[in-house]
C-alpha cells in the first residue's frame, strides 16, 4: 500500500469535517444561559471541528507518523530541561500563542467593542 492510499480515506473525513464546518457555521445556536445569548457566541460549525481532530489523530493510529524529526526528543519547547517529543513541544507552543493571542489582543477588542456599540447617551 502506498504512502498516499494509506492516508487517503483521512483525508476525505478532514475534508468532509471541514465542508460540514463550513456549511453549519451559517446556523447559530439557539438558546441562552443567564442573560447570554448563545447565538452571538456560537454556530453549529464549532462543534463539528472535534471530529476533525478525531480524523486527524486516528490517521497518526492508523498509519503512523513519518517523519522521524517530530518523533526525536528534544527539550520541551527549546528551553525547558524536560525531554519531550519535538511534536509535543511544538503543539504546546502553538497553544500558548493562541492563549497568549486571545489575552492580549482578543479579549481587549472584545471590550472595546462592547463599550462601542453601546449607544451614547444625551446630556
Not at 456560537?42 to 513519518?66: E, I, K, Q, Y
Request: no cysteine; aromatic share 14%; proline share 5%.
Amino acid at each position: 500500500m502506498t504512502s498516499f492510499s494509506r492516508y487517503l480515506p483521512f483525508v476525505a473525513a478532514m475534508a468532509l469535517v471541514v465542508v460540514a464546518s463550513n456549511i453549519l457555521v451559517q446556523f447559530p445556536m439557539q438558546g441562552q444561559i443567564g442573560g447570554l445569548s448563545l447565538a452571538d457566541l456560537l454556530t453549529w460549525g464549532a462543534f463539528t471541528m472535534v471530529f476533525f481532530t478525531v480524523a486527524f489523530s486516528a490517521a497518526f493510529a492508523f498509519a503512523g507518523p513519518n517523519d522521524s524529526f517530530a518523533l526525536e526528543t528534544a527539550p520541551l519547547m527549546g528551553v525547558f530541561h524536560v525531554e519531550a517529543m519535538r511534536w509535543v513541544s511544538w503543539a504546546l507552543g502553538d497553544l500558548s500563542v493562541k492563549l497568549i493571542i486571545a489575552v492580549v489582543a482578543l479579549i481587549p477588542y472584545r471590550l472595546l467593542a462592547a463599550r462601542w456599540s453601546q449607544p451614547a447617551l444625551a446630556v
